[in-house]
């Protein structure tokens, strides 16, 4: 990161005191990252967000009171939208699941360690998402599970009405991203430049009104259950 930036500024969302005093610790120990606000629940979070306009907010999903999903889908109609980066301990996928849909750009287990959390952190506020392929494959499989036809129909239809507004190559992009590939792979397989690529997955973001891949992921998805 460049030295002559400032801070990234942080608030730690979590109702477990111990767990937020070990996230400042590692956090404030970085020169080019500073938490500058604690809270400890939902509603707590948007005060203090609201207040401090952070960069990224840590939020962790299963809380008293209001819960994480609940603050970040608050969080991100904001007009100054901070990137939310969940925590969760991998046991409530579906929640999960609606963070990113609602716009989070990722998510970290607890048990991360630091270093780890740490760059997870510097990439959210970078505006990338946070999923590796194997949490990305659990997130689309929790996506496409076992739902009614019901369900299952609106959402299908939802996508596909969304989708019908790009181009074919746009869509191909879409479909790529869908698979997890990265900008250089989709770039090989649609044989294409890396900047034409950049230049589709814009207008994706645009035309899909859309935060991150995650969703573009999950729109796909939904559009071929």
Known sequence: ???ER?????????????????????IDGEP???VVAEAADGDAAIAVVDEQRPDVVLMDIRMPGRDGLSATRELLTRPATPRVLM?????SD?????ALRAGALGFVLKDTPPARILDAVRTVADGNPVL????????????????????????????????SA?????????????????????AERLRI??????????????????????????????AEQ
Do not use: C, W, Y
């Not at 579906?94 to 609606?98: I, R």
């Not at 890396?194 to 991150?212: C, D, M, P, R």
């Open 132 to 163: 590796s392929p194997a949490a990305t494959a659990r997130v689309i499989a929790a996506a496409t599970g076992p739902q009614s036809s019901e369900a299952r129909r609106s959402s299908r239809e939802a996508a596909r009405k969304q989708l």
């Open 32 to 34: 080019d990252l500073t």
């Open 1 to 3: 990161m460049d030295s």
């Open 94 to 98: 579906d929640l999960v699941l609606g």
């Open 193 to 222: 430049t890396v900047a034409t690529v950049k230049a589709h997955t814009g207008n994706l973001f645009a035309k899909l009104a859309v935060e991150n891949r995650v969703q573009i992921a999950l729109l796909v998805r939904d």
């Open 6 to 26: 400032e801070p990234v500024r942080v608030v730690i969302v979590d109702d477990e005191q111990l767990v937020r005093l070990a996230l400042r610790l590692v």
């Open 87 to 91: 925590l969760t301990t991998f046991d």
């Open 166 to 186: 790009l181009s074919e190559r746009e869509l191909d992009t879409a479909r790529a991203i869908a698979d997890g590939l990265g900008n250089p792979e989709i």
